[in-house]
């Protein structure tokens, strides 16, 4: 196909997570929330974790899995159950530079949903495997397509 435009395929796994991540669905809470209280503001906010920050750095990640798991499964009273008692200390973390292809290596390696994204220590957002099947991330590799082929097409 001499003298037409190659539309070079961009795949959603390799866009940068920053790209991707969800900054407004970001929910942080200190460890001594209560699950009950982490859970009023998934609810609000509908998300499914909160990211546990103590004087602006990551120790932590609470998500609905743990609530049924750690808090229900085990029945302790979420009205009194704190956040540093039942959540995932230390969490995988990705860079906002990473591809969403490793983010999304990283939360099958490691069995997870949510992967907090965090530079210079601090969380800046979050990815889950949800952002795979988002409607806005396929009309925004479709928007980069075409911009792509009209800077070609120049």
Do not use: W, Y
């Not at 997570?17 to 509908?46: C, D, F, G, S, Y």
């Not at 889950?128 to 082929?149: C, G, I, Q, T, Y």
């Amino acid at each position: 196909m001499a003298g037409a435009a190659r539309i070079e395929e961009i795949s959603v796994f390799t866009q940068q997570v920053r790209n991707i991540m969800e900054q407004r669905k970001l929910l942080t809470a200190p460890p001594q929330t209560t699950v009950l209280q982490a859970a009023a503001m998934m609810a609000k906010k509908h998300v499914g974790a909160v990211l546990v920050v103590e004087e602006e750095r990551l120790i932590g990640i609470f998500t609905e899995r743990d609530a049924v798991f750690r808090v229900i499964a085990r029945k302790l009273d979420p009205a009194i159950t704190q956040l540093a008692d039942v959540m995932t200390r230390d969490p995988k973390t990705i860079s906002p530079n990473r591809s969403f292809g490793h983010a999304m290596l990283l939360m099958h390696e490691n069995h997870c949903r949510h992967l907090p994204v965090v530079e210079d220590g601090k969380p800046v957002g979050i990815v889950s495997s949800r952002n795979a099947l988002d409607p806005d991330l396929e009309e925004f590799v479709a928007e980069e397509r075409r911009r792509k082929h009209i800077q070609e097409t120049r």
